[in-house]
C-alpha cells in the first residue's frame, strides 16, 4: 500500500516539474517568437489528460488511505498515522500547485487564440 501511495506521489511530483517547465515557457520573454507558447498549447491536451489520470487514482486511492490512517490511530501508532497524513497532505499541496499551472497554461492559450484542447 506505501509503495502505491509512493509511486502516486513520485508520478505527481514528475507530473508537477513537467508542467513547470512547460507553464515556465509559457511566459512571455520580450526576446519570444511566440515558438514557446505555440508548442505549450500543442502540448496542453496531453498534458491535461495525465493530470486528470493522476487525480482520478489519487482519488481512488484516499479513502482507503484515510481508513488506514484512523486505524493507525486506534491502534495508537500516532507516528505512523502522523506521517500518513502529512504525505497526504503534500499530495493534495501539489495536485493544487499543478492545477493552478494547469490554468495558468490554458489561460495563456486562449489569450494567444490557440485552441487548448
Not at 83 to 106: G, M, S, Y
Amino acid at each position: 500500500m506505501f509503495r502505491t501511495i509512493i509511486a502516486g506521489a513520485a508520478v505527481a511530483g514528475a507530473l508537477t516539474f513537467g508542467a513547470a517547465g512547460i507553464a515556465g515557457a509559457s511566459t512571455t520573454n520580450t526576446g519570444s517568437t511566440g515558438a514557446n507558447r505555440a508548442a505549450l498549447c500543442a502540448k496542453l491536451p496531453a498534458i491535461q489528460a495525465k493530470v486528470q489520470k493522476v487525480e482520478a487514482k489519487v482519488s481512488a486511492r484516499l479513502p482507503k488511505v484515510e481508513a488506514r490512517e484512523a486505524t493507525l490511530k486506534a491502534d495508537g501508532k500516532t507516528r505512523r498515522a502522523d506521517a500518513l497524513a502529512k504525505r497526504v497532505t503534500r499530495i493534495q499541496n501539489r495536485e493544487t500547485r499543478v492545477n493552478a499551472r494547469l490554468a495558468k497554461a490554458q489561460a495563456a492559450c486562449s489569450a494567444a487564440g490557440t485552441s487548448a484542447g
